[in-house]
Nanobody, 126 residues
């Protein structure tokens, strides 16, 4: 099992920066990809940034050039550095991981499962 715990959320003003951290515990070696989603008020959860299993990164268009995601395997932590924050970035930010759990002999692939943290609130005032 894998547990994900976020920290670092808070209230900032537009233009400021914030860094979120997600500490993974448990069977961390089974984590394929890990990153961040967010849910803005009244909207569905959406991808923000993720470190893929091949260590490439993927970003939502809305955050490209402003946010940076990084994974530190030695610390079992993934970070989200958020710069030039805007009021529209106000959301609950969730740590998200894709976890391998069990080998599927029929498909010759690992069974993959989603793992979520509980979220951390980020509020950006104008």
């Amino acid at each position: 099992q894998v547990q994900l715990v976020e920290s670092g959320g808070g209230l900032v003003q537009a233009g400021e920066s914030l860094r979120l951290s997600c500490l993974a515990s448990g069977s961390t070696a089974t984590i394929n990809s890990i990153g961040w989603y967010r849910q803005r008020p009244g909207q569905e959860r959406e991808l923000v940034a993720i470190v893929n299993s091949d260590d490439t990164t993927t970003y939502a268009d809305a955050v490209k050039g402003r946010f940076a995601v990084a994974r530190d395997n030695a610390k079992n932590t993934v970070y989200l550095q958020m710069n030039f924050l805007e009021p529209d970035d106000t959301a609950v930010y969730f740590c998200y991981g894709v976890v391998r759990r069990g080998w599927n002999a029929a498909s010759r692939r690992w069974n993959l499962f989603d793992q979520w943290g509980r979220g951390t609130q980020v509020t950006v005032s104008a």
